[in-house]
């Protein structure tokens, strides 16, 4: 049997996939319907769909961090009316999107390249680097905002000092210090080996000032300075942790971003 779970915050949309889905593929089960992003990861780590349909744009966490946090084997689709800079970039990436208003023909396709996959009985490979960038390019893009945007986030220096809260102290802290980040609602967690301050930064907007040679995002919650991860082990279950110095309690990478740590 196979399983899937359809995410959008249009009820009129949930309800049109749904019922060209029953068409196409009678056989497929759908165990779940989320609304937002917070609820389909939930429900993805509750009921482990073999598929995920994932509107892009959604309250709460987007269908891109979803992507990013999904632990299981779950594909993912995209459901997107993105621009065509990120209709491109799935494209290279052979990343499976579905173009809004999804037409039956279109949709069809999908189904018939996730039934291979699912017959082939091969779990998903860990996506390639170019994928993790792309997610994480889209993520900061965001709808409309084209390559050149993208390029101008990237020409800029990276940052270097960061003005963090304790407390009622502010402190001037040297980024190469920081140990990790972590996301925490509209605010940033910064963890250096003198403890934890804050930042009134969200992590999706930290990330792209930060410089990526060093600075590697494992999860959508968490960007680590990899300069001072001492190791990485893989647990019973297939998930990857790394060790942080100075950091009792290890750190979960997502399985978008485990190819990062192959060498390690």
């Known amino acids: 049997m196979t399983t899937a779970l ?4 249009e009820s009129l949309l949930r309800d049109d996939l749904r019922d060209k889905l029953a068409a196409l593929w009678p056989e497929l089960v759908i165990v779940a319907e989320a609304h937002n992003g917070n609820e389909a990861t939930a429900l993805i780590a509750e009921h482990e769909p073999d598929i995920a349909f ?23 689709v995209f459901v997107t009316a993105y621009d065509q800079y990120a209709v491109d970039a799935f494209e290279r990436e052979a990343i499976d999107y579905l173009l809004k208003p999804v037409t039956r023909e279109r949709l069809a396709q999908t189904v018939t390249r996730l039934k291979n ?8 490979a860990a996506p390639a680097p170019e ?4 997610l994480n390019l889209l993520a900061r893009a965001g709808a409309g905002a084209g390559a050149a945007a993208a390029a101008g986030a990237a020409a800029r220096a990276p940052l270097r000092w960061i003005r ?6 502010t402190y001037q802290i040297a980024v190469d210090e920081v ?6 609602d509209k605010y940033t967690i910064v963890y250096t080996a ?6 009134r930064m969200p992590l999706a907007e930290l990330v ?6 060093y600075f590697w995002q494992v999860h959508r919650g968490t960007i680590v300075n990899i300069r001072n991860v001492l190791s990485s082990k893989r647990d019973g279950d297939g998930r990857l942790w790394l060790n942080i110095r100075d950091v009792a309690k290890p750190i979960t990478v997502s399985r978008a971003y485990q190819h990062l740590f192959k060498q390690m």
Do not use: W
């Not at 359809?6 to 915050?9: E, G, K, L, R, V």
């Not at 269908?63 to 299981?72: D, F, L, M």
């Not at 792209?208 to 040679?213: F, G, K, N, Q």
């Open 6 to 9: 359809i995410a959008d915050d």
């Open 54 to 76: 994932l509107d892009i744009k959604m309250p709460g966490q987007t269908g891109i961090e979803v992507a990013q946090g999904i632990e299981t084997d779950t594909r993912v």
């Open 117 to 124: 996959a699912v017959a082939s009985d091969v779990p998903e």
């Open 131 to 134: 994928l993790a960038q792309i």
């Open 164 to 169: 963090a809260s304790r407390g009622d102290t």
């Open 179 to 184: 140990l990790y980040f972590q996301s925490d």
């Open 194 to 199: 003198n403890g934890e301050h804050v930042i």
């Open 208 to 213: 792209s000032a930060l410089d990526a040679e």
